[in-house]
Nanobody, 116 residues
Framework: QVQLVESGGGLVQAGGSLRLSCAAS????????MGWYRQAPGKQRELVAT???????LYADSVKGRFTISRDNAKNTVTLQMNSLKPEDTAVYYC??????????WGQGTQVTVSS
């Protein structure tokens, strides 16, 4: 089994910054991609950014130029640096790992609240 533990959420004013981190542990045989999704109240979960092991990083249009995703492959961690935050970025952010045999794992979620 794979466990994902997130940290770094919180409350910030519009224009501020937050940094989310996620550490993966457990039976990790291979990682195809690690990334972040978010879900706002009453909305579906959506991709924020993902970083495949052998491909190009993908960002949602709404966060391009403001958010930066990075990975430390040696530590199995993924980080999301969020700058110029907007109230519409308010959501629960989930870490995601796409692993061996097509299995997908999720973190427990961390709340990000941006006040106007």
């Amino acid at each position: 089994q794979v466990q994902l533990v997130e940290s770094g959420g919180g409350l910030v004013q519009a224009g501020g910054s937050l940094r989310l981190s996620c550490a993966a542990s457990g039976s990790i045989f291979s990682i195809n991609a690690m990334g972040w999704y978010r879900q706002a109240p009453g909305k579906q979960r959506e991709l924020v950014a993902t970083m495949p092991s052998g491909g190009s990083t993908l960002y949602a249009d709404s966060v391009k130029g403001r958010f930066t995703i990075s990975r430390d492959n040696a530590k199995n961690t993924v980080t999301l640096q969020m700058n110029s935050l907007k109230p519409e970025d308010t959501a629960v952010y989930y870490c995601n790992l796409w692993g061996a045999y097509g299995k997908t794992y999720w973190g427990q979620g961390t709340q990000v609240t941006v006040s106007s």
